[in-house]
């Protein structure tokens, strides 16, 4: 029997799946897998993965929590699990059927491409989702919002109009800000509030002319909250008002305002959101705008206490969907590329470890029918990318290793001949690529341009122990900055006087010799630690060696993110130069031993490879 026609008839008639168009319920139809289930069966479970949203077709359903209370009963029509699979975490709530149930499963995969091809569908979810937050028993606290101040969830000014404007000034503003609100101002103060809602109902449904005043149509007088007081108050506030935007005051004078996407956004602190924010974009300028909210996302990680690769994982993912947007753009604003190619990432990107202070480092790897006529189209296309990471805050590469440099926009044979040169014929400049160009990693494009690149790599670095050997000598101009009887060497002169560089000293000794050890057991991982992981399981490092030297790291990265942490909070840009007076003298022990460490590791390096 053909379930099609049934599923796509309720599914019209479905809240948020109404604002779908034909071809997109059809596709939502396909996607539906259909499960019956029984009185007291477990349909879902707390810890598990959800990789779909689940519809009550018939029957009904308790969703309880971990403790066994009852969340909310749901009946026919209620979606459920999408929590779980737009926040990508495990499933914190069992679902049990109470009456014997057809329930629907949609693919999560063709649920998140209906959200990114249909704006009033995903904003359907994302309000459902915020509802669902807000509407949790007040004595359970918003994840995040734990003694947060209303202050520290406002992320811009107000953005008010004088009374007297017109509802259509009040409309442009509310479009040139990208607000869903607008507060309105009498003097020194606001005195009240318009919403979309507002303008929908009591302008566009009344037919009220575009030049009637704001304050006609605007809600008087305004619930507000105090920007000192408790963010999980304001929550409350919002919900037991049933209002979506909050006026924050201090003082009695505006600062700000709140709304419950806010919430939503600190229950997770996850890059998920800013991620699908960017993917939205269509314009450079939007993508920049969306950046704007990396850092205070980077510091709340920070304070979460998010270690040192978890937070490279973060930040590299925001660089990549950034750097894919803008890739998208460019072929939007160029047209459709006249062969495939790769995007790549280099250094820290390439490696999933970004900080919160990281500059670009990329190339692009081209089909080898690429022609000379081409390198026009991939020329614009770098360099809208290019300019695109800078504006957003991946400042130009130093070295100019990016792909608006001719170099670095090659075909894949003539990418071949550079590794093979600089693995064969290695020298200064060679050694200096290497540790850029192997860790490549594709973002954009043909993935398979850069598996077939690695696999030269991989086949010429591992028969050629002279470059490899250079490699590690090479490498020891990264020394832990210990001297005689194990005191700190400090920068003697400059900006960072009295400081050490824990990056440069730190930790790019141990990302040169895991990636080194990684080439001579033939493995072209990319992060530091599964490389040093893949050494030992071949027997090229020792298995204590590789352990010792991702304590090591986990150690200097721990350290490095308490002290940008701490520059975040103090308004200063991030940097890698920590003073060792900031540190207690039991801190500053387990530094020592941290380098100790890393110099043991490097002579082990320069013994493999019989380097003096």
């Not at 259509?168 to 309105?184: F, G, H, N, T, W």
């Not at 480092?361 to 809208?384: K, Q």
């Not at 399981?537 to 590789?546: F, L, Q, R, S």
Request: hydrophobic share 40%; proline share 4%.
């Amino acid at each position: 029997m053909n379930e099609l026609p049934e599923i796509t008839r309720f599914l019209c008639e479905l809240q948020g799946f109404e604002d779908l168009d034909e071809k997109q319920l059809s596709a939502a139809a396909k996607a539906m897998q259909i499960g019956y289930y029984k009185a007291g069966s477990q349909v879902l479970t707390i810890g598990a993965t959800n990789k779909q949203l689940h519809i009550l077709r018939s029957g009904a359903l308790e969703l309880r929590n971990a403790e066994g209370d009852l969340v909310m009963r749901a009946a026919e029509g209620d979606v459920f699990g999408f929590p779980s699979l737009m926040n990508a975490v495990p499933l914190r709530n069992q679902s049990i059927a109470i009456e014997d149930s057809l329930i629907y499963h949609l693919d999560g995969a063709v649920f998140s491409e209906l959200r990114r091809k249909n704006d009033r569908f995903d904003t359907y979810f994302i309000r459902l989702l915020s509802d669902r937050l807000l509407s949790r028993p007040a004595t359970t606290k918003l994840h995040g919002a734990e003694g947060r101040a209303v202050s520290q969830l406002i992320t811009r000014p107000p953005v008010a109009i004088d009374g007297a404007a017109s509802i259509q000034d009040a409309a442009r503003k509310m479009v040139d800000e990208r607000v869903s609100a607008i507060l309105v101002t009498c003097g020194e103060k606001f005195s009240g509030i318009a919403t979309d809602r507002d303008l929908r109902k009591r302008v566009v449904a009344r037919g009220l002319p575009i030049d009637t005043s704001i304050q006609d149509i605007m809600s008087i007088n305004p619930i507000s909250i105090d920007a000192d007081d408790l963010a999980y108050e304001a929550a409350l506030t919002m919900m037991q008002n049933k209002i979506h935007h909050l006026p924050v005051t201090r003082e009695g004078k505006l600062i700000g305002m709140v709304s419950r996407s806010d919430f939503m956004r600190i229950e997770t602190e996850h890059p998920l959101y800013l991620v699908n924010d960017i993917a939205k974009q269509t314009t450079v300028e939007g993508i920049i705008d969306a950046c704007k909210r990396l850092p205070a996302l980077v510091a709340s990680q920070i304070s979460a206490d998010a270690d040192g690769e978890q937070l490279g994982k973060f930040i590299t993912t925001i660089t990549d969907s950034v750097t894919q947007q803008l890739c998208r753009i460019a072929e939007a604003e160029l047209g459709s590329p006249p062969c495939t190619y790769a995007w790549v990432a280099l250094g820290s990107q390439g490696r999933h470890e970004q900080s919160a202070r990281s500059d670009q480092d990329n190339a692009l790897v081209l089909d080898d029918s690429a022609t000379d006529a081409d390198d026009g189209y991939f020329e614009a296309l770098a360099r809208i990318v290019n300019d695109g990471l800078d504006a957003c805050g991946y400042v130009y590469c130093p070295g100019d290793v990016m792909a608006s440099n001719p170099k670095w926009r090659k075909p894949l044979e003539v990418w071949k001949k550079y590794f093979n040169n600089w693995i064969t014929v290695p020298e200064e400049k060679a050694l200096m690529h290497a540790n850029i160009f192997f860790d490549l990693r594709c973002v954009y494009g043909d993935t398979g341009l850069v598996e077939t690149l690695k696999e030269s790599i991989r086949t010429d670095a591992k028969r050629n122990e002279l470059f490899l050997a250079l490699m590690a000598k090479n490498a020891m101009n990264f020394q832990p900055p210990l001297g005689f009887f194990r005191q700190f060497v400090l920068e003697k002169s400059g900006e960072h006087k009295n400081t050490l560089d824990i990056k440069k000293h730190g930790i790019m000794p141990i990302v040169e010799i895991a990636r080194i050890r990684a080439l001579a057991a033939g493995e072209v991982r990319i992060t530091t630690r599964n490389r040093l992981r893949a050494a030992a399981k071949t027997g090229e490092i020792t298995e204590p060696d590789a352990a010792s030297l991702i304590d090591a790291l986990d150690f200097i990265e721990k350290l490095r993110i308490e002290h940008q942490n701490r520059q975040l909070h103090a308004g200063k840009r991030p940097d890698n130069h920590l003073s060792p007076g900031e540190l207690s003298s039991l801190i500053r022990h387990n530094l020592k031993s941290a380098f100790s460490q890393v110099s043991v590791s490097q002579s082990a390096l320069l013994n493999r490879f019989h380097v003096a």
